[in-house]
């Protein structure tokens, strides 16, 4: 940004052209010199008042919107001497070729079940979330307690608090990174999109910016989505493909996470490895995806949208039990390399690596729906509708060789196996679907 120059007696040239011509008259000097003082005193106490309105207004008078993206900016209690003893304990390593893992987003979905896997073998774990309440903050809440009877800590706060990250850094010197905090879900970008850049893309840099700092740098695993395909036509998916075509905001800014890796990567020496996610199902998942809120609507009795293509085209998805996913992160992360950083300066070549984490077996949502139907012994409300064009596409198909190849990734749960396990959750949990779900 350009500073303003002081001002010169050039200044009081006049913009427009002709003749200049100075006023004489020291009594009109003296006017002016009044009338602009009093225009100055009127216009810094308007200021004034309107800067003391904004600071002692009751905040119960003018609440703030509900933008996650605000909201994630609160600020959170952290520090101390109780604190960091929690976090280093947290961390602490119990087997002896363990890792130090920060994984971020460990309140979600995804999050929760590897900080669980982590821990139970062994490695040292930290949590970080935000806990906000893009769906139910209780079910959050749920899986943090989860967490703690593991010995899991999750770090109330902010991934673009960099003063937090900083001391979390300093506090641990974690060898490697699970980023899996992010704002999710494609439709909702038609409402927040400003929740999606903040997340995805500046909370991504902010993460980023203290890892190429560290000493020594953590390797950094962390989930990119099969959305980035967007409008791909080519089947199934492969990391080969073009992904120049995202169809949603939520897919611009994964794609833009895997560009500013890369950036990241090439720069400071951080090891990178991208995990695109395919249609991740399971217990404790997600309420804002279908065969939750499918379920939670069959129970209740209410009718479920089922989208179809043009011509009456099949919508269908990948999905991917839990478990599987949990699997190819802890092979990453066991696969990947050391950072070849040191004080922000690369020293050497670093490992990227982006992979696809499917089933390699999509099903139309009608046969989700059907499976659904036979396991909780309610018949649903079916109502066809064309797929609006908010960001979904019809289909995903993962080619997985590459993660077959590299990480010895092999999903082994089909969508009966896993909707089963997910069901049995739901209805112990929301104590036969009593409870409202999110």
Not at 316 to 329: L, M, S
Request: aromatic share 10%; charged share 20%.
């Amino acid at each position: 940004m350009s500073q303003l120059k002081p001002m010169s007696h050039l200044d009081n040239i006049p913009s427009t052209p002709g003749k200049f011509k100075m006023d004489k008259s020291p009594y009109i000097h003296r006017l002016r010199w009044h009338s602009s003082l009093a225009k100055l005193t009127f216009w810094s106490f308007v200021f004034l008042g309107l800067i003391l309105l904004f600071f002692f207004r009751s905040p119960s008078s003018s609440p703030l919107p509900s933008d996650p993206s605000r909201r994630s900016l609160r600020t959170f209690n952290w520090g101390g001497a109780t604190w960091e003893k929690r976090v280093r304990s947290s961390a602490r390593l119990r087997s002896r070729n363990g890792m130090s893992v920060l994984v971020t987003g460990a309140a979600g979905f995804v999050g929760t079940h590897v900080s669980t896997a982590l821990k139970r073998r062994g490695d040292g774990v930290l949590g970080l979330d935000n806990f906000n309440d893009y769906y139910d903050p209780s079910l959050k809440r749920a899986r943090q307690a989860l967490l703690e009877r593991t010995g899991v800590f999750i770090v109330e706060g902010d991934i673009n608090d960099s003063t937090l990250l900083s001391k979390l850094f300093e506090v641990v010197a974690f060898t490697h990174v699970m980023h899996l905090a992010a704002q999710a879900g494609v439709r909702y970008a038609m409402e927040n999109p400003g929740s999606y850049v903040h997340s995805n893309i500046a909370g991504l840099v902010s993460l980023l910016e203290v890892c190429k700092s560290a000493n020594p740098q953590p390797a950094i695993v962390w989930a990119s989505s099969s959305s980035v395909y967007g409008l791909n036509s080519k089947v199934p998916f492969s990391e080969r493909d073009r992904t120049d075509q995202p169809a949603s905001l939520y897919a611009a800014t994964k794609k833009a996470g895997e560009e500013i890796a890369h950036t990241y990567n090439h720069i400071y020496g951080l090891s990178l490895t991208g995990l695109r996610f395919f249609t991740v199902y399971g217990p404790w998942g997600r309420p804002d995806m279908a065969y939750f809120f499918f379920t939670k609507d069959i129970l209740k009795g209410k009718s479920i949208s089922i989208f179809e293509a043009a011509n009456h085209g099949t919508v269908a998805r990948d999905f991917t039990y839990i478990d599987d996913i949990v699997k190819g992160c802890l092979a990453a992360l066991d696969t990947a390399e050391k950072s070849t950083g040191s004080g922000g300066k690369k020293r050497g070549p670093a490992q990227l690596r982006v992979f696809n984490l499917g089933n390699t077996s999509p099903v139309p949502v009608s046969d989700l729906v059907s499976i659904l139907e036979r396991l909780l012994k309610v018949k649903a409300k079916r109502r066809i509708m064309k797929l609006p064009r908010n960001g979904d596409v019809q289909f995903t198909h993962a080619n997985i060789s590459l993660a077959e190849r590299e990480l010895g990734y092999k999903p082994s749960t089909d969508l009966q196996t896993g909707l089963k396990k997910f069901v049995r959750w739901y209805l112990n949990y929301y104590s036969g679907g009593k409870k409202a779900a999110g």
